[in-house]
């Protein structure tokens, strides 16, 4: 999915599968979420985590798991990335 703004420039992009969405040659949505909050907070340990999700500011990277921390070995549904502000408002 894209994401645009106002103006109509692309601002935020999520993935889900089948498509991949990669970070160091990792695909992330193939890993459980928590391999993937693990490498996560490895690069960004101000990471903003959630039951059924987390936010990397830092990283411009999220994520959204249904299953969250209740189901920790589950893959996240979702990963987007976006730019430095984007959930400024």
Do not use: C, H, W
Request: charged share 25%; no cysteine; net charge negative.
């Amino acid at each position: 999915m894209v994401f645009y703004d106002d103006d109509g420039r692309v601002e935020a992009i999520e993935f889900v599968e089948p498509g991949r969405a990669m970070l160091g040659g990792v695909d992330l949505l193939g890993m459980s979420y928590a391999d993937l909050v693990k490498l996560i907070t490895e690069q960004d340990p101000e990471v903003m985590i959630e039951n059924d999700g987390f936010t990397s500011e830092k990283l411009g990277i999220g994520s959204y798991a249904p299953g969250g921390i209740g189901e920790p070995e589950d893959p996240a549904e979702t990963v987007i990335v976006f730019p430095p502000g984007y959930y400024d408002g």
